[in-house]
DNA sequence: TCACTAACGTTCGTCGCACTAACGAAACTA
DNA sequence: TAGTTTCGTTAGTGCGACGAACGTTAGTGA
């Protein structure tokens, strides 16, 4: 009857390992963000595109890759989505008729709105267990991590 | 030929975005990890489960499972792997037929001293823009987290 | 003792993400 | 005018996280 408390814990030398838990970490806080944005029907890549639209204006496809860090083949999608979505059109530049030009409608900008406020609600769901100032430094070092990687990283980049 | 500058960027309300820099710097952490076990013929889950046999003893696959967070699914080819190389022996349990038994040999020992070098040494690649004393905070956020979110989650947990 | 349930290892399949390859159309460049 | 590059697009790869289901074996209660 008596039980050796047999709970499997995982070894010290694991759990404190930066990279595990970076990537514990950042596994949650996907979780977090795409099931609170799935829940007002987005995913985290509509909520990057209409933001870097309503930033940047109008753009083409390969513009939107460049800033937003998504893929162009992955890309299409995204736009597909938003289109059908009454969010975003595309149209063929005229100027240059092997781009199209992606815009932001009307309703796209409401959504970017709601899509903002919900954003950063989860934010703080996420940094939850750490203080104002405390959410401050650990940003101050993902920022600083996330620039240093990137300049050394002849990875075509990605976020 | 004035160029304004045409260069891409990411709108700040993007870039600064602690879910998506916590994504970032994780995909960079693990590509670093990666590659650098990839060198010496190995992955992230077989320094998972070589570490957690030797903290703990031989051990079944469930055990190890919940040890090293990796899905008992998977654990199938992870143990097939370090099997093939001769790291551990899998046999089955005489006490509980439906189990099997996983043991250490002393080449995987051997294997797992070299491999936690060489992850020490990822680790400072990883945090290299950081101090001494950074690193300990930036850490002890992550730990924090981690903890947070690992108690909430309904989710069956993962590293 | 016998049905019921639960655990174990295993296989197969799914979903999403990062990423590559290739292609036709259009645009620049020599 | 020929060659190269860019753009949008399709298809596909590799991997990590995860679920479903199955046969086998162990415990559990009537």
Redesign the interface.
């Known amino acids: 009857m008596s039980m050796t408390d047999d709970t ?4 010290a ?21 795409s099931e609170g944005l799935a829940r007002a029907d987005a995913r ?1 890549w509509h909520y ?1 595109a209409l ?2 639209l309503r ?2 204006g109008p753009a083409s496809q390969a ?1 939107l890759s ?4 998504i893929y162009r083949s992955d890309l299409v999608a995204v736009i597909n989505e938003l289109a059908e979505r009454g969010f975003v059109e595309r149209a063929p530049d005229p100027a240059d008729r092997r781009r199209n030009v992606i815009t932001l409608t009307p309703e796209g900008l409401g959504q970017v709105r709601r899509l ?1 406020e919900l ?1 950063a609600d ?2 703080d769901e ?5 203080s104002r100032p ?2 401050e ?3 101050g ?10 300049r050394r ?1 002849s ?1 075509p980049e ?2």
């Open positions: 499997p814990a995982t070894p030398s694991l759990r404190l390992l930066p990279s595990r838990m970076l990537a514990g970490v950042a596994m949650h806080a996907d979780r977090l963000v985290k990057a933001v870097a930033e940047a513009e460049k800033r937003t860090g903002q954003i989860l934010q996420v940094l939850a267990p750490l405390e959410r430094q650990f940003s070092f993902l920022a600083r991590l996330l620039e240093h990687h990137a990283g990875s990605q976020g």
